[in-house]
């Protein structure tokens, strides 16, 4: 059987997928690397180049949404909210959330996390029409990094623990952050990819992803691990942890919360609100999840 081709991000909440990985020795799985995150990703699953992947929930439902065919959801992974920090230069003349109004946001991708989560930050801070973002696509990391300091762009978001260390070195700066109104990252695979197989791989990776709900090993083997992986100060991991929740059934989507994140991504002007209206299987793969 031809193995499986698993798109992930460099970030310490693919650990479960890591450990999993080392396990299989790339007898069943291999890992492609997608440094622009859940865009990048998406493309990749258009493409042909990925037949999974475990990516942000939001830009993976307005994907969906927006009328994007090459996936659909086949799971949850992680059933807390995720924090993305609000990242400006170093020198930058930007102090607080406020002075971002009708600045330029940079992105990785269209459609992105980075992009949908502006939008969110602008709807909460009550931002009019004539004060959205404007967005620049950067693509990965690094360059996002580079544009807050070379001022063409003023701020961009990413997640808060992977940007720490760049802060800790005093590359770029926090001046706030915001979470996500749903739990954070979904499971998505291609239609055209065997069912069973996928089922296979979420079933074994299952345990892997459990794991780092146990107390104990939320003490020492889950922070070692990231704390080597990643090389993530082990205060920060801790932290961490103790912010995330993991799902205990991989091979479920809940519809409420599908439903509950358009109705936020229609606000924020992500879709268009007659999305709130598809139907689920729009949405969701049922040879694979279950629909809960």
Same mark, same amino acid.
């Given at each position: 059987? /031809?193995?499986?081709? %698993?798109?992930?991000?460099?970030?310490?909440?693919? #650990?479960?997928?890591?450990?999993?990985?080392?396990?299989?020795?790339?007898?069943?799985?291999?890992? %492609?690397?997608?440094? +622009?995150?859940?865009?990048?990703?998406?493309? =990749?699953?258009?493409?042909?180049?990925?037949?999974?992947?475990?990516?942000?929930? !939001?830009?993976?439902?307005?994907?969906?949404?927006?009328?994007? !065919?090459?996936?659909?959801?086949?799971?949850?992974?992680?059933?807390?909210?995720?924090?993305?920090?609000?990242?400006?230069?170093?020198?930058?003349?930007?102090?607080?959330?406020?002075?971002?109004? +009708?600045?330029?946001?940079?992105?990785?991708?269209?459609?992105? +996390?980075?992009?949908?989560?502006?939008?969110?930050? #602008?709807?909460?801070? +009550?931002?009019?029409? !004539?004060?959205?973002? @404007?967005?620049?696509?950067?693509?990965?990391?690094?360059?996002?990094?580079? #544009?807050?300091?070379?001022?063409?762009?003023?701020?961009?978001?990413?997640?808060?623990?992977?940007?720490?260390?760049?802060?800790?070195?005093?590359?770029?700066?926090?001046?706030?952050?915001?979470?996500?109104?749903?739990?954070?990252?979904?499971?998505?695979?291609?239609?055209?990819?065997? #069912?069973?197989?996928?089922?296979?791989?979420?079933?074994?990776?299952?345990?892997?992803?459990?794991?780092?709900?146990?107390?104990?090993?939320?003490?020492?083997? !889950?922070?070692?691990?990231?704390?080597?992986?990643?090389?993530?100060?082990?205060?920060?991991?801790?932290?961490?942890? =103790?912010?995330? @929740?993991?799902?205990?059934?991989?091979?479920?989507?809940?519809?409420?919360?599908?439903?509950?994140?358009?109705?936020?991504?229609?606000?924020?002007?992500?879709?268009?609100?007659?999305?709130?209206?598809?139907?689920?299987? /729009?949405?969701?793969? /049922?040879?694979?999840?279950?629909?809960?």
């Amino acid at each position: 059987m /031809t193995k499986l081709k %698993v798109g992930w991000h460099r970030e310490h909440f693919l #650990s479960p997928l890591l450990q999993f990985a080392e396990q299989d020795k790339g007898d069943t799985f291999e890992l %492609v690397e997608c440094p +622009g995150g859940t865009g990048e990703m998406q493309v =990749k699953l258009k493409n042909g180049e990925i037949d999974l992947c475990i990516a942000l929930t !939001d830009a993976l439902i307005a994907g969906l949404a927006n009328g994007q !065919d090459s996936y659909k959801l086949v799971g949850r992974y992680i059933a807390s909210p995720l924090r993305w920090a609000i990242i400006t230069g170093k020198d930058s003349q930007y102090k607080t959330v406020d002075q971002l109004k +009708g600045t330029t946001f940079g992105i990785s991708r269209l459609g992105s +996390g980075s992009q949908v989560m502006a939008s969110v930050l #602008s709807l909460s801070e +009550g931002w009019t029409q !004539d004060e959205q973002p @404007k967005f620049k696509v950067n693509g990965q990391f690094k360059p996002l990094r580079d #544009s807050v300091n070379s001022s063409e762009t003023s701020v961009f978001l990413w997640e808060w623990f992977t940007t720490k260390p760049y802060v800790d070195s005093g590359e770029v700066r926090f001046i706030g952050s915001v979470y996500t109104p749903w739990p954070c990252w979904h499971i998505a695979a291609s239609p055209s990819s065997s #069912s069973s197989q996928i089922s296979q791989f979420l079933t074994s990776l299952q345990p892997y992803v459990r794991q780092f709900n146990s107390p104990e090993a939320r003490e020492k083997d !889950d922070v070692d691990f990231v704390t080597s992986y990643f090389g993530h100060q082990r205060e920060d991991v801790v932290e961490w942890l =103790k912010s995330v @929740k993991w799902e205990e059934d991989l091979l479920q989507v809940k519809e409420n919360v599908v439903r509950e994140t358009l109705k936020v991504l229609a606000k924020a002007g992500v879709v268009k609100p007659e999305a709130e209206n598809l139907d689920i299987g /729009t949405f969701v793969n /049922t040879d694979v999840a279950q629909i809960v």
